[in-house]
């Protein structure tokens, strides 16, 4: 789809965002780079946190005497995704703006209106990470940032205090199964503990659907997701089991940031980008620990992309710094600064990253375990451009029945109505 989409833009842009991912492809093509005397202003916009310190983007900016770099952050990636679809096409755009792969598809209808990324860098990502950002045409939009292979973090203090196992390996051991076996532990925990184990329903949703290879609707353009029983058994599983051992309905609300400075719930569904996020709000939390394990096998949650406006007023320089930021050792130190786990295969040799001992997390070798909970990912889920919008009214469901408001099959039915509206 071309520009003339951007007619709906208004109503996808209207839809409110309760997920966020985290975490961490752009552009480039337009007028010629600006000599070494011409002084630029490069703008770039991210959301949650890409690792890109004041310290790390100095870095560019000392090799690029002539660049200024301002970085401008969102809260979430849902804050960006309505900036991104208000605005794109007409301007207003940073230089460089983030795009995560659950609005990824959105942006993909626009692709004309986003710089292609040169011919010469293709090849540098994962496979399915280049080919998700790539249109009909054989345009690659978007430079890969980070992936999100999962495992799970936890509180050692407080599942000793419940009687549970403590020690990542043996920890290992007690969640190796699938995501029964996972809510098993979460009931034990509540009996013991009197308390939630889990952090939010919805990242559990999140969790289970990232594990279905066609969610609300198949490549073909069939809408799916009412009649999906995958959809179904996710929804009934979180709702009946999740729900009583969460102790929110969905993260990145104040109550959820604060908690991770006490003892509201003891575990957290963690891709890489998370293990930077946990120890931020929780600088001063000497008990969390890192398994390598994830229910029923494996799973990516999130990732991200940077994109370019092509009618950007920097769009050549623009370019330089997207290179710059997606080349393999930026990625490692992105990801020795928040955990955001790189998709450049080249970084996987990098023994900065096969080395890295996280003090945070015990000693946990946080590079060793993302590959292998890289390599443990065995779905990639389709997703249309219109999978933001009905995965996140599956979402607001779940909060309905976590807040009392609506009972399991009614929430599920006011979804489907919403599903046919859509």
Not at 217 to 232: K, Q, R, Y
Not at 277 to 306: C, M, V
Request: some cysteine; proline content about 4%; charged content about 20%.
């Amino acid at each position: 789809m071309n520009s003339r989409a951007l007619r709906r833009v208004g109503v996808l842009a209207a839809v409110a965002s309760t997920s966020a991912l985290a975490l961490a492809g752009c552009a480039g093509g337009g007028e010629p780079a600006a000599n070494g005397d011409e002084k630029v202003t490069l703008t770039i916009a991210t959301f949650n946190n890409f690792g890109y310190t004041d310290e790390f983007l100095r870095k560019y900016e000392d090799e690029n005497p002539n660049v200024t770099i301002v970085h401008n952050k969102a809260a979430e990636s849902g804050d960006a995704r309505k900036n991104f679809f208000q605005k794109l096409g007409k301007g207003g755009l940073a230089d460089i703006e983030a795009v995560e792969v659950d609005w990824l598809s959105e942006a993909m209808q626009y692709s004309d209106l986003l710089a292609p990324v040169p011919d010469d860098l293709k090849g540098r990502w994962l496979d399915w990470k280049e080919a998700a950002a790539t249109d009909a045409d054989g345009n690659l939009i978007g430079y890969g940032t980070d992936i999100g292979p999962q495992a799970i973090c936890y509180r050692a203090d407080l599942f000793e205090a419940a009687g549970l196992p403590s020690e990542p390996a043996e920890v290992e051991a007690l969640f190796d199964g699938d995501w029964n076996t996972y809510f098993d532990v979460a009931d034990q925990y509540r009996e013991a503990s009197g308390k939630a184990m889990i952090d939010s329903a919805n990242s559990v949703l999140q969790g289970i659907v990232n594990q279905i290879e066609y969610t609300y609707d198949e490549p073909d353009g069939t809408v799916i997701a009412t009649s999906n029983p995958e959809i179904a058994d996710a929804y009934k599983s979180v709702v009946e089991r999740a729900v009583p051992n969460s102790a929110y309905s969905a993260q990145w609300g104040d109550d959820w940031i604060a908690s991770f400075q006490g003892d509201d719930f003891a575990t957290v569904l963690c891709p890489g980008w998370m293990q930077g996020i946990i120890a931020g709000y929780a600088p001063d939390q000497a008990n969390w620990r890192i398994a390598n394990t994830f229910p029923n096998g494996g799973g990516n949650w999130g990732g991200s992309y940077l994109t370019i406006p092509a009618n950007g007023k920097n769009v050549a320089e623009a370019q330089k710094l997207a290179d710059w930021l997606s080349a393999p050792e930026q990625q490692v130190e992105a990801f020795l600064n928040v955990g955001a786990f790189p998709s450049q295969v080249d970084a996987y040799e990098n023994a900065d990253l096969t080395a890295y001992v996280n003090d945070y997390y015990g000693g946990a070798k946080t590079g060793e375990i993302g590959a292998d909970r890289a390599e443990a990912v065995t779905v990639q889920p389709f997703k249309s451009a219109n999978y933001f919008t009905y995965h996140d009214a599956l979402q607001n469901a779940v909060n309905r029945v976590f807040d009392g408001s609506e009972s399991e099959s009614a929430a599920w039915d006011t979804w489907v109505a919403e599903v046919e509206a859509f």
